[in-house]
């Protein structure tokens, strides 16, 4: 990221003169805005969500200033709240993965070259296939065993190794289900992707059924995890097209490559503070 670039994410209840009230806080303090994204749901008093982008000189030295202004023209004024970030860090990303390495590689690659603005400082898996591979990229490896109805002692190591260093996990066709405990204790968002279908297959197998059904498009699903299974707030989707002659090898690649991009577009618009969560909604400004 460009140093002394910000990113200033408000939400709260509509109302005339939000964004005015914004910007002059912002030239108050001679930031120049870059870039700036505003959604309303409804002007006559829904919410209001915006994301602005702004450069300001020797930023780390005037963030306290701006933020102790912002909380007395938005929060005490109107209500609002906010999050101001510093561009320049990147977020630190942990990476949970099983034996299937498409997603997980292609995270490690893509953060490589730049393409991700984020650290990576542990993958943990409760398999040591991917090891080696993941060892390649220079992140540290960490084999986590969790199988059967009792994973409070593998929720428990994880606890350990992610707490204080991570901004937020991504479950990388990570195989398990986590606890509602340990998505509390852990306090960090946590993305997951998953494939779907239309119509949806859910349980063992889903490719093989696709390939029963005739199923003419596969896709996948990258969304913040909640205690509910696979219900949690969508951050993108995409799907391609499929034919009654491809076999389910075919059917799982293609399924694996619209992962991969799902994944990594979430993981992008996540860490450069581009979604924004309302209950089990978002606004992605992409």
């Known amino acids: 990221m460009t140093a002394d670039h910000a ?36 002007p006559a008093g829904g919410a209001f969500f915006q994301r602005t982008v702004f450069r300001l000189d020797n930023l780390k030295a005037a963030l306290p200033a701006l933020e102790k202004d912002l909380q007395k023209n938005l929060e005490k004024r109107f209500n609002l709240r906010f999050t101001l970030r510093d561009l320049s860090v990147p977020r630190r990303m942990a990476i949970f993965a099983s034996k299937s ?17 984020v ?38 190591e994880h606890l350990r190794l992610l707490q204080g260093n991570v901004d937020f996990i991504v479950l990388a066709r990570y195989m398990q289900i986590l606890s509602g405990e340990f998505i509390e204790k852990v306090g960090v968002p946590i993305i997951n992707i998953h494939h779907s279908f239309l119509p949806a297959f859910i349980g063992a197998g889903p490719y093989n059924k696709a390939k029963e059904r005739g199923v003419k498009l596969v896709g996948a699903t990258a969304h913040y995890v909640t205690e509910e299974l696979d219900q949690g707030p969508i951050i993108e989707q995409d799907v391609v097209r499929v034919t009654h002659a491809d076999t389910i090898t075919e059917l799982q690649r293609r399924g694996a490559d619209v992962e991969r991009v799902v994944l990594a577009r979430a993981v992008k618009w996540h860490s450069e503070d581009r979604v924004i969560r309302n209950g089990n909604h978002t606004i992605v400004f992409a």
């Not at 390495?101 to 603005?117: A, N, S």
């Not at 993941?134 to 059967?148: D, E, I, K, N």
């Open 7 to 42: 990113s200033l994410i408000v939400q709260g209840e509509d109302r005339v003169g939000l964004v005015a009230a914004i910007t002059s806080v912002l030239t108050a303090h001679d930031a120049n805005i870059v870039s700036l994204d505003q959604y309303s749901d409804d």
């Open 101 to 117: 390495d498409h997603c997980l590689l292609d995270l490690l690659w893509r953060q490589r070259r730049g393409e991700l603005p």
């Open 119 to 156: 650290t990576i400082p542990m993958v943990i898996s409760n398999h040591p296939d991917t090891a080696e591979d993941v060892r390649a990229f220079g992140v540290p490896f960490f084999h986590v065993p969790s199988s059967g109805p009792d994973k409070s002692a593998a929720e428990a």
